[in-house]
């Protein structure tokens, strides 16, 4: 059998819009997806489809029905573009096997994609991904589905139809935090959903809480105003500008599929999401008083270790991947878990990120605390220490990517690094610590063609940061 021509990667299928994304290829994961719903006897049970605002969004969620709902499956897409942890929601709440979001996230405009969720909302694991990467090649050869029809006869004949699963969604948002006292917070908040999909959520929960609320870039726009739509210190600088000018509380900034936060503070300065966790679990520790442990992976800050060591809590770091951190949450009890790059989850909510509900909290513990985000974020930093992350994102030519994966993960090549390494890890990439707590992580991305660099090191020491990605550049030639 030939390998498959569509590769999942730790955020699902990404490909570029007209090169791999196209309507054959997108018909090709439908047809494995129905493959597995049959030979699991999981037919029984509807797939939820959602999708995006980007580009071909909406046309490849219906394209996806009509292949699975074709082969006797019922289908129900969600009627207007949508967050992707609505989705993952619906799927648990509903206890169904499997759902499908159809979007690429915080890349670029260019590209587009489908994450596959399986029972329990959870995003699909490597096991059911290498199995549908095995189906697709396999229909190449031979192609077992039935005839795919049209969206208009699949309706009439009822396999597929149209919902709109937002208000349960949002109702057990608003059942986990305190309403009461963020409507007595009187807050005021900008939003910056970056022309992705939070706008309605965002806009009705805040109402909902009595929160003075402004959008920017709320209107749809395939491009996104030219830039890439992750939370990110270049992205927020008209909600900066914004925040400051008119003395907002708080600025909230959403990803494409509203799964990544970034928040600028009421000084304007932007918070990343490494801080944002270290500040909730401060809150659910130091002001909740509660006893929990926290997940992270391998690229997020180790301040997070420091809080929970000084709680007497365990912090359980993951390989990189959401499934990973929702995996292990289930297996700790841990109520709080999140990744460096804008991703967080909380137990008993879905088993994967959500920036929704992440806004939400955030707004919680304001109100809660009395206390401005740059106060909590200050208290954190005095009491744990603070630290910077640097990052490098370097692309190379296809070609080389098997030698350095042989000599970054087999060969355990490194060059001098200028201190001495107390620990190192090839659990996801490679990862060393040295003495005085800053790490160094090189590992491949599991979304675009890149080799990332990241060193997190003591705040004053941000050219220590860039000379130890410098180094790494250095020895590998790239």
Known sequence: MDRSPLHFGTGGWRAVIGDEFTKANITLVGKAVALRILREGAQGLPVVIGYDRRFLSKEAMIWLGEVIASNGIHVKLVQSSCPTPLVMHTVMKNDLAYGLMVTASHNPSLYNGIKL??????????????????????????????????LE??????????????????????????????RDAHLKIAVDPLFGVSVRALNTIFATTRCEVEMLHAEHDTLFAGKTPAPDAKTVKSLQNRVTDYAFDLGIATDGDADRIGLVDDLGNYVDANEILCILYYYFLEYKKMKTPVVKNLATTCVLDRIAAHYGQPCYEVPVGFKYISAKMAQTGAFLGGEGSGGLTVAGHINGKDAIYAATLLVETLAKTGKKLSQLAREVHEKFGDFVLKESNISFPAPRK??????????????????????????????????????????????????????????????????????????FDL
């Open 402 to 475: 098997e030698e350095l994966i042989d000599r970054i993960y087999r060969s355990h090549e490194l060059p001098d690094l200028g201190a001495a390494i107390t620990k190192t890890s090839y659990q996801d990439g490679c990862k060393v610590w040295f003495e005085d707590g800053a790490w160094l992580l090189i590992r491949f991305s599991g979304t675009e063609p890149l080799l990332r660099i990241f060193a997190e090191v003591p705040a004053g020491q941000d050219a220590r940061g860039e000379d130890l990605c410098r180094r790494i550049r250095a020895h």
């Open 153 to 182: 006869e699949l309706m009439k004949e009822g396999w597929i139809e149209f919902f709109n699963p937002i208000n349960e969604y949002l109702d057990d948002i608003l059942e986990k935090v305190d309403v009461q006292a963020i």
């Open 117 to 150: 969720f399986t029972r329990g909302g959870r995003d699909a694991n490597e096991t059911v991904t290498g199995e549908v990467e095995a189906l697709i090649a396999s229909l190449t050869e031979n192609d077992p589905t039935a005839p795919v029809r049209s």
